[in-house]
């Protein structure tokens, strides 16, 4: 264990325990703001007490988010400064915006919009939570712009051994912004409407508060249908995207060690020890070709020789990022996508049907169903990240060329251990508090913060 690979640890494990929490609050933050909508429309108590009961819940999920977040961009200067120094006036811009703009709008609104309950007017609130909902995806959408960077480099020119900004509107526009970022506000979404499937689902069994739950399993269906239909149409052109600019990704994903005319989808695939080889594999024909270019005829280059051309482009070196990774990664990944699309319809059926009377046995399914979502985005990340390997910013900057080279393996070792646990801790903490307000139900509130106005983080009776 040397300095880069307890970096790069440090890194991902902070980085999945963050992300975690984000596709949530991105989606939920936008169905609470519906809700309080609806209740602001029509004046019916059952949509503020929906309001409330689901507010509740992001607000547990946004804090974490926030306490996971922070450690990320001090690993830049520590952990990363020479990628700091290489492409600082690059990448801090979009960063200095999101926490200068977006996050504090968020912040702050969410603020007003927790201790503004009977203290502001109806519009002023839902103004609010609306502002909070923006936010969030704002915030989202400058985060994205920086990563993009990493994976499409745009607007730049090398001066003095560093990346300088010559345009930040290509910044703004960056292909790869184009495409990443519907499908991570696709799949916050889904998130949301599968963790409100869940909850709902399991009140609904229980018969707690019949209108509050079947309204929001009914809601939260329409947007899972929605949400996950946009994140695999555009996951397509996503694929379409980086077949074109990070070619060694998509090979690494399907297990092509060969170019094919035309190309081939694997559905089993083992390669050797070398990562050069394949030693067996079961493929369905022309399907890579018409994922990759909508069309049953082009070519995929594989895996040897992109390797060939990189090392003749870049120099002696090993581009071929972590194989089994990448490619797991991305079958999880599908494969999470395409169930939720199924129990997303069956959720559908079910509302729209007016089968959700707690006797339904299909509503049994979905609490364990929270989870899908979570694996889906977080191999997504993993493929995404992984099989950009080697490059720290693609074509310019390898992994190793960004590591700090004042740190020790030590210093490393033990920040690693002491976030590994305390975010453990942490998100122990934040599951028990999701479950205890989760499980309380979605009765009004008590006479407590009846009388003050506020909204309290305290299960109902």
């Known amino acids: 264990m040397d300095v880069l690979t307890l970096s790069r640890l440090q890194f991902a494990i902070t980085t999945v325990y963050h992300f975690f929490f984000v596709p949530l609050t991105l989606g939920l933050a936008l169905l609470?703001?519906?809700?309080?909508?609806?209740?602001?429309?029509?004046?019916?108590?059952?949509?503020?007490?929906?309001?409330?009961?689901?507010g509740k819940l992001f607000v547990i999920n946004f804090a974490m988010g926030v306490v996971t977040g922070i450690v990320q961009e001090f690993q830049f200067g520590m952990n990363w400064s020479e990628y700091s120094r290489f492409v600082g006036d690059i990448f801090?811009?979009?960063?200095?915006?999101?926490?200068?703009?977006?996050?504090?709008?968020?912040?702050?609104?969410?603020?007003?919009?927790?201790?503004?309950?009977?203290?502001?007017?109806?519009?002023?609130?839902?103004?609010?939570?609306?502002?909070v909902a923006l936010a969030s995806n704002l915030s989202a959408l400058w985060i994205l712009i920086a990563n993009s960077f990493m994976q499409e480099p745009v607007g730049y020119v090398l001066r003095n051994g560093r990346a300088e900004m010559v345009d930040f509107f290509a910044l703004l526009l960056n292909p790869n912004v184009l495409v990443q970022f519907p499908h991570v506000f696709a799949a916050g979404l889904t998130t949301a409407s599968f963790f409100v499937l869940g909850i709902a689902a399991w009140h609904l069994m229980r018969g707690t508060n019949p209108e509050v739950f079947q309204r929001s399993f009914t809601i939260a269906a329409v947007f899972a249908v929605l949400g996950v239909g946009l994140v695999i149409l555009n996951g397509h052109a996503q694929?379409?995207?980086?077949?074109?600019?990070?070619?060694?990704?998509?090979?690494?994903?399907?297990?092509?060690?060969?170019?094919?005319?035309?190309?081939?989808?694997?559905?089993?695939?083992?390669?050797?020890?070398?990562?050069?080889?394949?030693?067996?594999?079961?493929?369905?024909?022309?399907?890579?070709?018409?994922l990759a270019c909508n069309n049953l005829t082009c070519t995929v280059e594989g895996i040897n020789n992109l390797q060939a051309q990189y090392v003749q482009q870049f120099g002696p070196g090993d581009y071929v990022p972590p194989a089994w990774v990448v490619y797991w990664s991305f079958r999880a990944m599908v494969g999470a996508g395409f169930l939720l699309l199924a129990f997303a319809l069956l959720a559908a059926f079910l509302a729209l049907s007016e089968m959700l009377e707690s006797k339904n046995r299909w509503l049994r399914v979905f609490p364990f169903l929270i989870v899908l979502p979570y694996i889906a985005t977080t191999t997504g990340w993993l493929m995404t990240e992984v099989g950009r390997m080697p490059w720290i910013v693609y074509g310019l900057m390898r992994v190793e060329q960004g590591v700090s080279t004042t740190t020790t393996v030590l210093?490393?070792?033990?920040?690693?251990?002491?976030?590994?646990l305390i975010y453990a801790l942490l998100m122990a903490a934040t599951i028990y508090l999701l479950m205890k307000f989760a499980r309380a139900g979605g009765a009004p509130q008590t006479n407590a913060s009846q009388e003050t106005g506020a909204f309290v983080l305290q299960p109902a009776d």
């Open 32 to 54: 609470v703001a519906l809700m309080e909508t609806m209740y602001v429309v029509t004046q019916r108590d059952v949509y503020r007490d929906m309001t409330k009961f689901w």
């Open 92 to 131: 801090g811009a979009p960063l200095a915006v999101e926490a200068l703009l977006a996050f504090f709008i968020e912040s702050t609104f969410l603020g007003v919009w927790i201790f503004g309950w009977d203290k502001l007017g109806a519009k002023a609130h839902l103004a609010a939570i609306w502002l």
């Open 239 to 290: 694929a379409q995207h980086i077949y074109k600019t990070q070619p060694m990704k998509i090979a690494t994903a399907e297990g092509l060690f060969e170019t094919e005319t035309p190309a081939s989808f694997s559905l089993f695939t083992i390669g050797d020890r070398t990562g050069t080889q394949e030693i067996f594999s079961l493929r369905l024909p022309y399907a890579l070709s018409l």
């Open 411 to 420: 210093s490393v070792a033990l920040t690693l251990v002491g976030f590994t």
